[in-house]
């Protein structure tokens, strides 16, 4: 079973405050990835991260930021929340092989 | 436009009946093709496919890749509730960062 943990599990909050979402792995992978996922619809990559100091903006446009400063942690920021972010956000990593293992998702809900 | 598409979206059947599920895909420099199945938490890995014509099997599930007409079947036999879940099929691109592209799944729904 994959050690990747994403925190917390379900948030609800109110327009214009700033959240961070967690995702940690105790797997030592160099590579992590941010997904935003819709009800019914495919996953879609948001922000991605080579190993420390590095981070990338997905194919999908997000008004989130990321950090990587420690290999195990890739926390997710938004500076103002709205609610067009309401979605579920899915945190994964992977090695060098290409399987990715993730993370059981935030529930965000913006009111 | 790269692209993953799966069918059905969804679909209802009665257990220990066998189910197809289909991903094709249009990704330029293909590396390979994975399965997730997709619970109310995390997705969690099936298989991973690379090769043409080479099953990949695990119980009740089997999997195979075909690379000239660019798709890939899911197969589940005697279907059990426990198999009710949303199957993702997502493609690895082999450019610098091995980007991944992800279908909307197939929602299975079986019943007792």
């Known amino acids: 079973e994959a050690d990747i943990y994403q925190t917390p599990r379900y948030l609800v909050i109110g327009t214009g405050k700033k959240i961070t979402l967690e995702c940690s792995q105790t797997?030592?992978?160099?590579?992590m990835y941010w997904y935003q996922q819709d009800p019914g619809m495919e996953l879609h990559l948001i922000h991605y991260s080579y190993g420390v100091n590095s981070t990338e903006k997905g194919d999908l446009s997000s008004e989130s930021t990321v950090s990587r400063i420690r290999t195990e942690h890739f926390p997710l920021t938004l500076e103002s929340a709205r609610p067009s972010h309401t979605s579920q956000y899915l945190c994964a990593s992977s090695a060098r092989g290409n399987i990715q293992y993730f993370g059981a998702g935030t529930r965000l809900s913006v009111l | 436009e790269d692209k993953v598409v799966q069918s059905p979206l969804s679909l209802v059947v009665h257990e220990g009946d066998t189910v197809t599920l289909n991903c094709s895909y249009e990704?330029?420099?293909?590396?390979?093709l994975l399965w997730y199945k997709q619970e109310k938490k995390a997705p969690t890995f099936l298989f991973m496919l690379?090769?043409?014509?080479i099953e990949k099997k695990s119980g009740r599930l089997s999997s195979i890749l075909d690379k000239k007409e660019l798709f890939s079947i899911l197969n589940i036999t005697a279907t059990q509730t426990g198999d009710s879940a949303v199957y993702l099929c997502?493609?690895?691109?082999?450019?610098?960062?091995?980007?991944?592209?992800f279908g909307s799944g197939t929602k299975l729904n079986v019943k007792p």
């Open positions: 990704v330029t420099n293909f590396r390979s």
């Open positions: 997502a493609v690895e691109a082999a450019d610098n960062f091995n980007k991944f592209y």
């Open positions: 690379t090769s043409s014509g």
């Open positions: 797997m030592g992978h160099d590579k």
